[in-house]
């Protein structure tokens, strides 16, 4: 207001005026510019400060936030564990039920269902060896009927199953299973027999395709001349694999001389209670007995006598000496 | 001043970008409409496993069933079952084309109420012509049970190392029990008095006894055995148990001969036929 009045009064000097003014206007500007610069500067420094505490806010907000994403995300995991965890838990019986099933056939009688019934696998082995299987394919209707197998002809299916298969069939299982096991077991014994012995064997085994009669003639020694023994072998129990009939004879028309006698004697004796493949190594004297050899050397050589004989009982626990001179 | 204020716009425009950075970074679910989308997601994974598991599960039934009915028809029923392989074949055999496998199996199950636990080592031997399976090794574990006549046989098919013949046998065995068990059973429901089962209703032994003449007894002996085949066969005895009195006036010496007279009888007749007329004949006789 002063600075109007003055404008006014004085008009000559307003030139003059008014550049002092517009220098004065400038100075107070640069003044006050002045007097703000430290404000400014302090507000700057507040600002700054201001913005830096902000700034960190954001980043915790920021970090916060990924944090909850990840958690989320993980959240969602540990139930699909849990999912994965049942389902392997399910599966696992499952391979474990499968693996059972397989393993039925470990004790002779397995089977899968089929659309109308049940195939029976019947598994069957001699002395821990497992030999064939054979299937039996039952159509669960009334009556019950076999739709296929693979039963040797030779075995009575028909009469098994005319006596068992309505009224039990289990027990038609099980013996059919006896049958068939005794089978494969003989069968098991007379190929053993024939590949295992050649040597003592005089001409082909002679045998019947239930493998239940034998014939063969066979020699003690595989070497040299002995007198060869005729064995005929009868099974008349199809359920079993040892023999029920044993006749060894001997070749020659000759009466035999006393050890061979017992021998013969012996040795149907042996067949009787043993597989026919073992029989064949307990006569044919094999490495265990040169103990034995020892001993009948000794006795030849003690005695003064011989040569001596020995004949074993079938418990393989007692020897019976007999020499082969004619004084005893 | 200008350097302050450089650090003042670089500030501001970090704070932008984390604004941006904070709209950006949306966890599922801190929005409703996100969250109806993931759970859709995860609805539809889940269903899908939930599908497999149902099949899973309608499988594990019908292999549940399978089983069951085996067990019924083959009258043994596997409850665990576990195997093991191990490849034996050296380069020497693998040269001849000879294949060596060693497996071990071990089984549990039950026959009705005998549970046994077996482990049994099988070593197959494949060659160019054939492939042989010899059961190398056979242990068995029974649990206890009444039938003395089965460690024996156990230990006998251990030796043998038959373990068909273990099953066989023990299905017969198991069988001829169940008989034996519904035969007395019988009786004793027929004739109370008369019959008594002294060791309950699994005995094997059978007393026969008149009310109105005490002091006489029958004791029908019912044992079941398992040969060194594995055969299972009944095996059948009489005992008689009468006062001394009665022993000095029996001229026909009946009472010594009954033992043999009733293996006659069985043969004749067969086991339950034999019985009856057993116990008819002692029971409803006035004299003795």
Redesign the interface.
């Known amino acids: 207001m002063e600075l109007a009045n003055t404008l006014r009064q004085d008009g000559e000097s307003r030139g003059g005026v008014l550049a002092h003014l517009e220098r004065l206007e400038t100075q107070v500007s640069k003044s006050r510019k002045k007097l703000e610069?430290p404000q400014?500067?302090q507000a700057?420094?507040a600002?700054?400060h201001e913005?830096?505490r902000?700034?960190d806010k954001?980043?915790a907000?920021?970090k916060q936030?990924?944090a909850?994403?990840k958690?989320?995300?993980a959240n969602?995991e540990p139930?699909?564990i849990l999912?994965?965890s049942?389902?392997e838990i399910?599966?696992r019986?499952?391979e474990?039920?499968?693996?059972?099933?397989?393993?039925?056939r470990?004790?002779?009688?397995?089977?899968?269902?089929t659309s109308r019934g049940?195939c029976?696998c019947i598994?069957?082995?001699?002395?821990?060896?497992?030999l064939d299987s054979y299937f039996v394919d039952l159509v669960m209707e009334k009556p019950l009927w076999i739709h296929h197998h693979s039963v040797p002809v030779f075995i009575p299916l028909e009469e098994i199953s005319a006596k068992y298969l309505q009224t039990n069939?289990?027990?038609f299982?099980?013996v059919l299973?006896?049958y068939l096991?005794a089978y494969s077991g003989r069968k098991y014994q007379a190929d053993r027999l024939q590949s295992d012995f050649a040597a003592f064997l005089v001409g082909p085994l002679q045998r019947n395709s239930l493998c239940n009669l034998l014939s063969f003639t066979y020699k003690v020694k595989p070497e040299g001349q002995s007198f060869p023994f005729c064995a005929r072998l009868l099974y008349k129990d199809l359920?079993?694999?040892?023999p029920t009939d044993v006749t060894v004879t001997s070749q020659g028309t000759e009466a035999l001389p006393s050890t061979w006698e017992e021998q013969r004697a012996a040795h149907e004796n042996l067949f009787f209670t043993k597989p026919l493949h073992q029989v064949k190594g307990n006569i044919a004297l094999s490495a265990p007995m040169t103990k034995v050899m020892g001993f009948q050397k000794n006795l030849s050589r003690l005695s003064g006598q011989g040569p001596f004989h020995l004949t074993r009982t079938t418990d393989k626990q007692v020897f019976r000496v007999k020499s082969t001179a004619s004084r005893f | 001043m200008d350097s302050q204020r450089a650090k003042a716009r670089a500030l501001e425009a970090e704070i932008a970008a984390l604004r941006r950075a904070c709209i950006e970074t949306q966890a599922p679910g801190d929005d409703d409409s996100q969250v109806r989308k993931s759970f859709q997601e995860t609805h539809q994974s889940n269903s899908e496993e939930w599908g497999l598991s149902k099949d899973l599960r309608s499988h594990l039934g019908s292999l549940e069933s399978e089983l069951q009915f085996l067990s019924r028809l083959t009258g043994i029923s596997i409850r665990n079952y576990c195997k093991n392989t191990e490849d034996l074949t050296n380069t020497e055999m693998a040269e001849k084309s000879i294949k060596k496998v060693l497996q071990r199996h071990r089984l549990s199950g039950n026959c009705h109420m005998i549970t046994f636990q077996l482990e049994f080592q099988i070593l197959e031997i494949q060659d160019k012509e054939s492939l042989s399976s010899v059961i190398t090794d056979l242990s068995i574990i029974m649990e206890p049970t009444e039938y003395s006549e089965l460690s024996e046989f156990v230990s006998r098919a251990e030796e043998k190392r038959d373990l068909l013949m273990f099953f066989r046998s023990l299905r017969f065995f198991v069988e001829w029990c169940d008989y034996r068990k519904r035969t007395f059973k019988h009786f004793k429901e027929k004739y109370p008095e008369a019959v008594q089962l002294s060791e309950g209703a699994s005995s094997s032994c059978m007393g026969i006894r008149n009310p109105s003449q005490p002091g006489f007894e029958l004791v029908i002996v019912w044992r079941i055995q398992i040969d060194e085949e594995g055969k299972v066969l009944p095996k059948l005895d009489l005992l008689t148990k009468v006062p001394l009195r009665a022993l000095e006036l029996d001229k026909n010496r009946v009472i010594e001969t009954a033992p043999l007279s009733f293996r006659t009888l069985l043969g004749v007749l067969g086991i339950e036929a034999t019985l009856e007329s057993l116990i008819k004949s002692f029971c409803t006789e006035e004299s003795s």
């Open positions: 610069e400014n500067a700057l420094e600002r700054i913005l830096k902000l700034r954001l980043r907000e920021v936030r990924q909850r994403v958690a989320s995300t969602v139930d699909q999912e994965i049942e389902q399910l599966e019986k499952q474990n039920m499968k693996a059972i099933l397989q393993a039925y470990f004790t002779g009688i397995s089977g899968k269902l049940v029976v598994s069957t082995a001699f002395e821990g060896n497992l069939t289990r027990h299982l099980f299973w006896e096991n359920t079993t694999t040892l």
